[in-house]
């Protein structure tokens, strides 16, 4: 995931102190102007150095892919985080230049006048960090949010698992893959987004369990979520709807219906109806009338998980890319 080798972002007092410290400890193996000479050649690459290297540790977002583009626009803002970013970069341009210009008035000889300018350029740099003190923080929480997004890989084959809570949603991504998720019987017992995995025939698929996503209608979704959904048109290759006939779930089958429909028409994706929880309703159309198997079980009714997520991947119907042959 492109997001989770950010660097720690630090403070523009730790900068400061670190920069300084450098700083003082150059001089002490120097004399007079030639001391302070050094004190501010340190200071003003350990900042700017440092400042350049936040900028550069995040990647380029026109080149991101859409999928992750919408989810960190829809968390941290892109927008208001290249301005931070642009911020950061200016006053490493700008510590930079200070460096330079505060060494270019250094008088010969006169160490007291030259502890004076040093000092004054100290100061302009403490300035100049102060100023982008709010883009450091701001940074470092998009930096914090950004690490735990999910890892979908967008040119895998992805099925997006849909449905309100309550119908077995995690559940069957557990048991078709190998993600170990929470699941009980109550609604939005997830909070993120989930991802499970399996391999059929050297090809990796992705199952992607989206609650507090898609799993209420588009007019209950909160802005960040709308956006979260969006971005899951980029990667959703087929999409199995969780319906819960019995309305054990809590919610009526007129509503799940209606979320349906709303899904349906959000991603441009391929889909297939699952009736869940097939041992207690069947009353609906459906691909397929599914039964999780638990271990209080002694029969189940209907298909299992296994049979459902092969019917998915035959539909999607995935050819594996082998290395170009003369």
């Known amino acids: 995931m492109i997001f989770e080798d950010l660097q720690t972002t630090p403070t523009a007092p730790e900068l400061l102190d670190t920069a300084f410290s450098r700083a003082a400890r150059a001089g002490r193996s120097k004399h007079g102007v030639e001391a302070q000479q050094s004190m501010l050649q340190t200071a003003s690459n350990v900042l700017s150095d440092n400042l350049e290297y936040v900028v550069r540790d995040w990647p380029d977002f026109e080149t991101v892919d859409p999928f992750y583009y919408e989810l960190a626009d829809a968390l941290v803002g892109v927008d208001d985080l290249r301005q931070h970013l642009s911020e950061v970069s200016w006053a490493g341009h700008k510590t930079h230049e200070l460096g330079r210009e505060y ?4 008088p010969k000889g006169d160490a007291d006048a030259a502890r004076k300018i040093r000092k004054q350029g100290f100061a302009r740099m403490g300035s100049v960090l102060n100023e982008v003190a709010e ?3 701001a940074i470092s929480e998009a930096r914090d949010t950004l690490k735990t997004l999910p890892d979908i890989d967008p040119d895998a084959p992805t099925i997006v698992v849909a449905g309100y809570p309550n119908v077995g949603k995690t559940a069957f991504v557990n048991a078709v893959t190998r993600a170990h998720n929470e699941t009980a019987a109550y609604p939005f017992t997830t909070t993120g987004i989930n991802v499970g995995h399996l391999e059929r025939d050297h090809i990796t698929y992705q199952v992607v369990d989206t609650p507090g996503l898609l799993d209420r209608p588009t007019e209950e979704r909160n802005e960040i979520e709308s956006q979260a959904t969006s971005a899951l048109s980029h990667v959703a290759d087929l999409v199995l709807y969780f319906f819960d006939p019995s309305e054990t779930c809590g919610y009526q089958l ?11 028409a959000t991603l441009d994706a391929p889909m297939l109806i699952v009736c869940s929880k097939a041992d207690v309703s069947q009353e609906i159309e459906a691909d397929f009338y599914m039964t999780i198997p638990s271990e209080t079980e002694t029969e189940v009714v209907g298909d299992t998980p296994d049979v459902v997520i092969e019917a998915a991947i035959e539909t999607l119907d995935v050819e594996i890319e082998l290395p170009f042959e003369e």
């Not at 060494?103 to 250094?106: A, P, S």
């Not at 007129?254 to 349906?264: H, K, V, Y």
């Open 103 to 106: 060494i270019g008035r250094l």
């Open 135 to 137: 883009d450091l923080e």
């Open 254 to 264: 007129t509503a799940q219906e209606s979320l349906r429909a709303d899904i349906e």
